[in-house]
């Protein structure tokens, strides 16, 4: 993967970039006017995966959580919605977003979701690839995440891109030091990275 593609983020341009199997998806920041995309995104989602990225089974999010989603500085709060770039529907297959802390702004909290359908085939390192960037340009130093224990295979991901564990009762809080080139810790083409993008 040419790490280029990634240049587009340091102005907030929409850009297209091919998974690893060779289909292509459309990144951009999230609009207001996503909301409907978000929500439809919720169906696609198992069980499972709502339970990995919500801690709980939930069916839709609230018109609340749509508004908190979608209704963004892009600064504080940066989120970066991946579309199906050759469907007609041109519908939402994955999310990433960080909120900074604001009694640590050296902090953001991140959270990733990829439909199930587009798991494993490198969306999720994709993802976290373009928060990493946009972290290191508004000078975030840590993207914090938070995964429950039984999801073995995020935090497996995480600690093998650097990210320092630590057990919290049911789950663990994974702190990633920002580099503003993640791609330069991933084999993009297949390798064990790429696997395990996931909730």
């Not at 983020?9 to 970039?17: A, M, Q, S």
């Not at 709502?50 to 839709?60: A, G, M, T």
Request: glycine share 8%; with cysteine; net charge negative.
């Amino acid at each position: 993967m040419d790490r280029n593609y990634f240049s587009g983020v340091d102005n907030i341009k929409e850009f297209t970039l091919p998974l690893r199997d060779g289909e292509l998806v459309d990144l951009r920041p999230v609009r207001p006017g996503d909301k409907e995309i978000i929500q439809k995104g919720m169906l696609a989602l198992s069980m499972k995966s709502r339970y990995f990225r919500f801690f709980s089974p939930i069916l839709k999010l609230s018109d609340a959580q749509l508004h908190n989603f979608t209704e963004i500085d892009q600064h504080n709060h940066v989120a970066w919605i991946a579309l199906a770039h050759n469907e007609a529907e041109h519908y939402g297959v994955g999310i990433a977003r960080f909120i900074r802390l604001q009694n640590q702004p050296a902090i953001a909290e991140f959270g990733i979701v990829v439909i199930d359908s587009y798991q494993h085939r490198g969306l999720g390192t994709m993802l976290l690839a373009v928060l990493d960037r946009i972290a290191s340009i508004k000078g975030i130093e840590i993207l914090r995440g938070f995964v429950l224990a039984d999801n073995v295979v995020m935090r497996s991901w995480l600690g093998r891109l650097g990210a320092v564990g630590v057990c919290e009762t049911d789950s663990y809080r994974m702190d990633l030091t920002v580099k503003g080139d993640l791609l330069s810790l991933t084999d993009w083409w297949g390798g064990e990275w790429a696997e395990a993008d996931k909730h």
